[in-house]
């Protein structure tokens, strides 16, 4: 298994070096050279499988050698061991909706199920080249908490997180700011997330910077996220539905990651007859499904923080595949990115993307109404982020009738992290599971900086050292 980079198609790397360089050197992202399918027939076989066995197959694929299969097996069993559910996901239905819930991690968010993989995956990696690391992070909420929990007190890594001061919510930060490992450094930015996000894409650009701090990354686009993910849409199919019809899966989005995952999915075999981008007001993605046109606005704050983007870092990664990896087209797109602030794809392009995403835009108030209305009617409540992706399957269904699709939507974070707009919604107080009640009177280790490369530089300088 190779890997190439979306601005440069000829070069060649491991896994290994994926995994380590996030970023790719030449500022594009990681793609496999090829995305093998899974047969027709070998999912009878693949059903069989428990989800650890069935992340192990998957997964498998992309490392390729780096890790033997028993080292494998033990970074997918001791990182789902934390997890309430033996399965890893759940699946609920709210009358012919289903429900994949993604949240019976560590700290309640999708993200767990990736991030707990990735932090093994670090430990075994870097024990066995004797290497140490410093991991940077921008987080609008969900990654920073998955990741540290993840690499907290592990050997050889120290991990500095980013995140926006005063737009996450308090329990979200909570998760993060209580951690007391000394590994751990959060940093609260007086600014957004993409803010953030910039800063820490400015320091991997760094080269002089990256080296000297041995730099490496776990965000979104990091591709051992991305694999990860995958797994749940497969099992998704094989174990929730009979096999006999397709599937339609509608996915909170912000980075474009999770949604990407399913895209892979697709490539893989898993019959997929849409997948819904379902965004919030930072509705680029949206924008884009319906004009061609990458345009990223103004940040706007929503009741669905972790969604608060206007950089879907990932997309990158589909424009390439849907220009059959021309790393010439793909670079000449972001080129206008940067010196345009937009790009525009050929209608040809547009209309293929459209044959397997639909998008929708779903307002704060909205949302709202809908977890008071759920609340009312079957007594069930959803975070702000799954009930976007409930309210655009709907808008889809109601669109494009088809009884016989199987219709799935991810549930991304549990309700108790968003307790004050839950709350709010519905009128009554809600119960917190005990993980997040320890967390609430906790001390909080935080520090706060401004909006400024060179002083984000100097503090992760300072304490980056072993
Ligand atoms: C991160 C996150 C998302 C968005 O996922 P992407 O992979 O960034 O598109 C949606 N919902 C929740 C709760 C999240 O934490």
Not at 163 to 177: A, D, E, H, V
Not at 292 to 297: A, Q, R
Request: charged share 25%; with cysteine.
């Amino acid at each position: 298994m190779k890997y190439i980079s979306t601005r440069n198609s000829k070069i060649k790397v491991s896994f290994i070096e994926t995994f380590l360089n996030g970023l790719a050197l030449d500022g594009g992202l990681y793609i496999p050279k090829i995305i093998p399918k899974f047969s027709k027939s070998s999912f009878y076989r693949l059903s069989k499988l428990k989800y650890h066995e069935l992340a192990f197959e998957i997964i498998k694929i992309f490392t390729d050698k780096t890790f033997s299969n028993s080292e494998l097996k033990k970074i997918i069993k001791k990182s789902y061991s934390s997890f309430s559910s033996k399965e890893v996901i759940k699946l609920s239905k709210i009358e012919t909706y289903n429900l994949l819930e993604l949240y019976h991690g560590p700290t309640f968010a999708f993200k767990d199920i990736a991030m707990q993989i990735i932090g093994n995956m670090y430990e075994n990696i870097l024990l066995k080249k004797k290497k140490k690391i410093n991991l940077i992070v921008a987080t609008s909420g969900d990654t920073g908490a998955a990741a540290i929990n993840a690499i907290a007190n592990k050997q050889n890594v120290k991990i500095f997180v980013l995140f926006p001061k005063g737009k996450i919510s308090s329990i979200q930060r909570k998760l993060m700011t209580t951690v007391s490992a000394k590994n751990v450094f959060n940093i609260a930015i007086k600014g957004t997330f993409d803010d953030c996000q910039n800063l820490v894409k400015s320091m991997f650009n760094d080269s002089k910077f990256r080296n000297s701090v041995n730099l490496s990354g776990v965000n979104s686009i990091n591709w051992a996220r991305i694999i990860a993910q995958v797994v749940y849409y497969f099992y998704a199919y094989l174990h929730f539905t009979n096999r006999k019809n397709k599937m339609v899966f509608s996915v909170p989005t912000g980075n474009f990651g999770d949604i990407y995952a399913g895209y892979i999915a697709f490539k893989m075999g898993v019959p997929i007859s849409k997948l819904i981008i379902a965004t919030n007001e930072n509705d680029l993605l949206d924008r884009f499904i319906k004009t061609g046109i990458y345009k990223p606005g103004v940040v706007k704050s929503t009741v669905s923080p972790s969604m608060d983007i206007q950089v879907a870092s990932n997309f990158e990664r589909l424009i390439s595949d849907f220009y059959n990896h021309n790393s010439r087209k793909v670079k000449s797109l972001m080129k206008n990115l940067e010196k345009k602030k937009f790009y525009k794809v050929s209608p040809n392009v547009l209309k293929k993307i459209k044959n397997i995403f639909y998008s929708n835009s779903v307002n704060s108030k909205k949302v709202i109404n809908l977890i008071k209305f759920l609340y009312k009617k079957n007594h069930k409540i959803l975070d702000p982020h799954t009930t976007i992706g409930l309210f655009s399957l709907m808008d889809y269904k109601s669109k494009n009738f088809n009884s016989s699709e199987n219709l799935f939507f991810l549930g991304t974070a549990h309700p108790a992290k968003f307790k004050n707009t839950i709350e709010k919604a519905i009128d009554k107080k809600i119960t917190l599971p005990k993980e997040i009640k320890n967390v609430l009177n906790k001390k909080e280790k935080v520090k706060i900086l401004p909006n400024n490369l060179n002083k984000v530089k100097n503090c992760i300088k300072y304490n980056s050292l072993y």
